[in-house]
Nanobody, 125 residues
Framework: QVQLVESGGGSVQAGGSLSLSCAAS????????LGWFREAPGKAREGVAH????????SYADSVKGRFTISQDNAKNTLYLQMDSLRPEDTARYYC??????????????????WGPGTQVTVSS
């Protein structure tokens, strides 16, 4: 039974930082894609960043490049998202997700089978 739980969300002023964590259980690291997605009110869920567990290769949405950093700690089964220089448009509920037995990682949400309940990030101007 795979479970993902996000934490670290909150409210911050523009230009500030937040660190999100995603604690995973019910699996061991192998060949997976771990992704961060976000959903703002009235908008579709979009990919933010993802990382391949077997290579460490990362990818970011253009909107967050240079500001967000995704990382993993395999020993702790934890995924992280360091968010710097936050902007009001970053306000959303952030979700972590996992794709198993991957050949490569993408932002195609159909491939991510397990999702956490999300954590809210609110950035004020």
């Amino acid at each position: 039974q795979v479970q993902l739980v996000e934490s670290g969300g909150g409210s911050v002023q523009a230009g500030g930082s937040l660190s999100l964590s995603c604690a995973a259980s019910g699996f061991t690291y192998g060949r997976e894609c771990l992704g961060w997605f976000r959903e703002a009110p009235g908008k579709a869920r979009e990919g933010v960043a993802h990382i391949a567990t077997w290579t460490g290769e990362t990818s970011y949405a253009d909107s967050v490049k240079g500001r967000f950093t995704i990382s993993q700690d395999n020993a702790k089964n934890t995924l992280y998202l360091q968010m710097d220089s936050l902007r009001p448009e970053d306000t959303a509920r952030y979700y972590c997700a996992i794709e198993f037995e991957s050949a490569w990682c993408t932002f195609d949400q159909r491939w991510y089978k397990h999702w956490g309940p999300g954590t809210q990030v609110t950035v004020s101007s």
